[in-house]
C-alpha cells in the first residue's frame, strides 16, 4: 500500500493505491509482475476569485475538488548477473479538470514510462558492483524535457551493507547507504529488515529555491510465512 499526500500553495492532491506482485520462474531467472490501481483526489482550496462569472468557480466558494481512478503496470525480469524492467503509471490518463472539461491537457495527469536494467559484477567473494540505469519519460507536453535518465553505480558488501551515488540527467546528484540487518546478525532479526538513507542534491536550478536538498529514509521488512507441508499417509 502507498499513500502520497502533496500540497503546494492552495493546491493539493492524495493519491492512494494498492500493489500487487507476482512471478513465474523462467530457466534460471525469474519473471515478474506488477499491477497497481487507486485513485487520485485534486484539490484546490481557499481562491480568491476575481470573475464571478467564470464557470469553473461557480457556487464553489473557492474550494474545489475532484476524484478519479489511476493505474499502473510493471514487468521486470532478474537473473544473478542482470535485471531489467519497463512499467507505466497513470495509464488511464486520470483528468484533474475541476470544472468536468475534457479537451486538451486541462488538468489531465500524464503517462509516466520507466526503463530500468542493471548488471551485477562480482569483484570478489565479498564485494559486488552494481551500475544500472533509470530512464523516464512523460506524455506531457507542458514540459521543457519530457526525457529524463538516472545513472547510477551501487557496491555492495556481502548483501549486508550497501552504498553509491546517481546521477540525474540535467537535474540532481545522489548519494545513498544502506544495510540488511537480517544479514548482519540472523539470530536478533529473524527476517530481513533493511534501513537506508539517502540525499539529492539537485545541479540545476532548484539550489534556487531548496539549497537543502532532498532526504529520504526507508524501513522494509519482508516477511516470508512458513508453509505447512502435509506428509501423505500411505496404507
Known amino acids: 500500500m502507498n499513500v502520497q499526500n502533496d500540497r503546494i500553495g492552495i493546491s493539493g492532491n492524495i493519491r492512494p493505491d494498492l500493489s500487487f506482485g507476482y512471478y513465474i520462474n523462467v530457466k534460471e531467472g525469474k519473471l515478474a509482475f506488477g499491477l497497481s490501481a487507486g485513485f487520485q483526489q485534486y484539490r484546490v482550496n481557499n481562491l480568491l ?31 544473478q548477473r542482470y535485471f531489467i524492467g519497463l512499467s507505466a503509471r497513470h495509464l488511464n490518463g486520470a483528468g484533474r479538470s475541476l470544472n468536468g472539461s475534457t479537451s486538451g491537457d486541462v488538468g489531465v495527469v500524464a503517462r509516466h514510462y520507466y526503463l530500468t536494467a542493471g548488471y551485477n559484477i562480482e569483484i570478489s567473494d565479498k564485494f559486488m558492483l552494481t551500475p544500472s540505469f533509470l530512464s523516464s519519460y512523460s506524455e ?25 551515488t546517481s546521477y540525474r540527467t540535467r537535474d540532481a546528484i545522489n548519494f545513498f547507504v544502506g544495510v540488511n540487518l537480517g544479514k548482519i546478525n540472523a539470530d536478533i532479526f529473524k527476517e530481513n529488515i533493511k534501513i537506508g538513507y539517502a540525499v539529492d542534491w539537485s545541479v540545476g536550478q532548484l539550489p534556487l529555491y531548496n539549497s537543502g536538498g532532498t532526504h ?19 496404507k
Open 140 to 164: 506531457n507536453r507542458n514540459l521543457a524535457n519530457n526525457f529524463s535518465t538516472d545513472i547510477a553505480l551501487k557496491l555492495e558488501y556481502k548483501e549486508m551493507v550497501w552504498f553509491g
Open 49 to 79: 476569485i476575481q470573475d464571478v462569472n467564470d464557470p469553473t468557480f461557480t457556487n464553489t466558494n473557492g474550494n474545489l475538488s475532484r476524484i478519479t481512478p489511476d493505474f499502473g503496470f510493471g514487468i521486470y525480469y532478474s537473473k
Open 216 to 234: 529520504e529514509i526507508f524501513i522494509s521488512y519482508d516477511y516470508i510465512p512458513k508453509v505447512k507441508r502435509m506428509m501423505p499417509k500411505f
